[in-house]
């Protein structure tokens, strides 16, 4: 640097090199101002606007007009298009094309020779707007064939067609279904990729996009049978799955949430007749819905007609492993949905904490059998139905006295258990109307068995009705202190005692039918003595 400075002051110090170098400077700028005009001359933007609309009619099988063209020389020689229409003039709530621009590259050895040769074309902006009709299918601007006038190449110049650019894309679709409210979501923008056209058919070839702020890769094609994406999502945000739900025709579940590396492929088709058909694998290491949370959530997907399934489902949810089937109605508003599937050696209490308000109440290790079906209407829980079969091994109801209750109607004390525990539970529920009824509900310990039949809601509110069964041994043992109490055994020997439970899980309010208890004890004892004077009556006719 220091070498070129004092030059350039040996230079004007002295008046003959001064004026070489002002010559030497004006001449410069007059050859590259000649090398511009020349290169404009010779790039000739008429000529090569011609070529581009020719090409792009060709790619996408309607006409494309550019209305200006610019030439620009920095970084380097380019021919810049823009207010350009394609097809003709767009139509409210009509499927469209939309190009920002486009840049056609010259291979500078031909600028000055003829024919120019362009190495590489970008276009920029390309906007495919689709529009879902009253009966879900999308309409697509398809092409339908090259215009006949169009050609790729002129005497002038030619195309090198495997040199098509695809910058700054996006898809957008106009949902135009009266229940949706005419809304318009761009679920995938900044598409990347190269262009190729083969056999009427527009393929975009490595591509790269964002669907909201999750990054997907992939490829797509564009013909007259429709559109193909194959995408393959590298991160998923919960953010941006109404924006997928709404590439396969529904919307997101209200609280739904996947997270993982990869966490989900889809293959989605638009036939010509504008039907939405996509399948694909959601691979996830965390999902959740609302409150339920399950890890490891693997699942082939697929839709076909109206019909979004999940299945076979596998997955980890509070330390139990899972499995069913999910499907889906798209087509219905709010969506409706069905589930059939079973959750083993689930902890029950994590469970219960995770998504009810009973957390800590009931313990164990349980088995979930579901047959449910509901919608998207939120709150879900209030559209749930169907039948729910629980089995659980080894645990506790905690603050739940039914002993206590029992033996101090027995006039045997107040000494029982305020937890009652258990070897096994089990109940077949049948859901709806934000609570489980039973008529099965069954538990066991080693000297009880609580048979039960009745509500609970989702709320833990209780309306229970049932029967506490001693075991013989047990029975036994309070007939040694109370004799009066052998009046209420049955057939087994077994004591039985009629309750009722109210309240909550929370707060639960036992009662114990006395009068019940007197009328059985009084069945009995009657039993016993017309029994005896059978006995009798045998005895002296022998």
Same mark, same amino acid.
């Given at each position: 640097m220091r070498r070129y400075t004092w030059f350039v002051k040996a230079a004007l110090s002295h008046p003959t090199r001064r004026f070489w170098l002002i010559a030497g400077i004006i001449v410069l700028v007059v050859v590259l101002a000649a090398a511009v005009l020349a290169a404009r001359w010779a790039l000739d933007p008429l000529l090569l606007r011609t070529l581009a609309e020719s090409r792009l009619s060709v790619a996408l099988g309607q006409p494309v007009r550019i209305g200006t063209v610019h030439v620009s020389f920095l970084p380097k020689p380019s021919v810049y298009g823009t207010d350009i229409v394609v097809g003709g003039t767009a139509r409210a709530g009509a499927s469209s094309l939309?190009? =920002?621009?486009?840049?056609? =590259?010259?291979?500078?050895?031909?600028?000055?020779?003829?024919?120019? +040769?362009?190495?590489?074309?970008?276009?920029?902006?390309? *906007?495919?707007?689709?529009?879902?009709?009253?009966?879900?299918?999308?309409?697509?601007p398809l092409p339908a064939g090259a215009p006949a006038s169009a050609t790729a190449d002129t005497g002038a110049a030619r195309l090198d067609v495997a040199e098509v650019v695809l910058r700054d894309g996006r898809l957008t679709i106009a949902d135009g279904r009266p229940d949706r409210g005419a809304t318009r979501l761009t679920p995938i923008e900044k598409i990347d990729a190269t262009v190729r056209h083969a056999d009427a058919l527009t393929r975009l070839e490595g591509l790269t996009a964002s669907v909201g702020r999750s990054k997907v890769t992939g490829s797509g094609s564009v013909g007259a049978d429709g559109l193909r994406l194959t995408l393959r999502w590298t991160d998923l945000r919960a953010?941006?799955?109404?924006?997928?739900?709404?590439? +396969?025709?529904?919307?997101?579940?209200?609280?739904?949430?996947?997270?993982?590396?990869?966490p989900l492929t889809l293959d989605l088709r638009v036939d010509a007749t504008g039907q939405v058909s996509a399948s694909g694998r &959601?691979?996830?290491?965390?999902? *959740?819905? %609302?409150?339920?949370?399950?890890?490891?959530?693997?699942?082939?997907?697929?839709?076909?007609?109206?019909?979004?399934?999940?299945?076979?489902?596998?997955?980890?949810?509070?330390? %139990? +492993?899972? %499995?069913?089937?999910?499907?889906?109605?798209?087509?219905?508003?709010?969506?409706?949905?069905?589930?059939?599937?079973?959750?083993? =050696?689930? #902890?029950?209490?994590?469970?219960?904490?995770?998504?009810?308000?009973? %957390?800590?109440?009931?313990?164990?290790?349980?088995?979930l #059998?579901?047959? &449910?079906?509901?919608?998207?209407?939120?709150?879900i829980a209030r559209t749930v139905e169907g039948t729910l079969v629980v089995a659980i091994a080894n645990g506790t109801i905690r603050d739940f006295p039914l002993l206590s209750a029992v033996l101090s109607a027995l006039k045997l004390g107040s000494g029982g258990d305020r937890d009652l525990r258990f070897q096994t539970l089990a109940a077949t529920f049948n859901v709806a109307n934000e609570r489980g009824t039973t008529s099965d509900l069954i538990a066991r310990t080693g000297e009880m068995t609580m048979t039960a039949a009745g509500t609970i809601g989702f709320n833990q509110t209780l309306a229970m009705r049932g029967t506490v069964a001693f075991s013989p041994a047990r029975s036994d043992a309070f007939v040694h202190s109370i004799r009066e109490l052998s009046a209420l055994k049955n057939s087994a020997g077994e004591i039985e005692v009629p309750f009722a439970v109210a309240g909550s899980l929370a707060a639960p309010q036992f009662s114990i039918d006395v009068a019940g208890l007197a009328r059985r004890g009084l069945q009995n004892e009657i039993k016993r003595r017309l029994g005896d004077r059978l006995k009798d009556l045998f005895k002296k006719k022998k």
């Open positions: 939309d190009i =920002h621009a486009i840049r056609l =590259h010259p291979r500078l050895s031909t600028i000055f020779s003829r024919p120019i +040769v362009i190495d590489r074309v970008d276009i920029e902006g390309l *906007a495919l707007n689709a529009v879902r009709d009253a009966t879900g299918k999308w309409i697509l953010a941006d799955l109404p924006l997928i739900f709404a590439l +396969v025709g529904t919307n997101a579940p209200p609280g739904l949430s996947v997270e993982g590396k990869n &959601l691979a996830a290491d965390r999902a *959740a819905l %609302g409150t339920l949370a399950v890890t490891s959530f693997e699942s082939p997907i697929a839709r076909v007609g109206n019909r979004l399934t999940a299945y076979p489902m596998a997955f980890r949810a509070y330390s %139990g +492993v899972a %499995g069913g089937r999910l499907t889906a109605n798209v087509a219905s508003s709010p969506v409706s949905w069905a589930l059939d599937g079973s959750l083993q =050696h689930v #902890d029950i209490d994590r469970f219960l904490s995770a998504n009810t308000t009973a %957390g800590g109440k009931v313990s164990g290790t349980g088995t #059998d579901a047959r &449910l079906r509901g919608t998207s209407r939120a709150p």
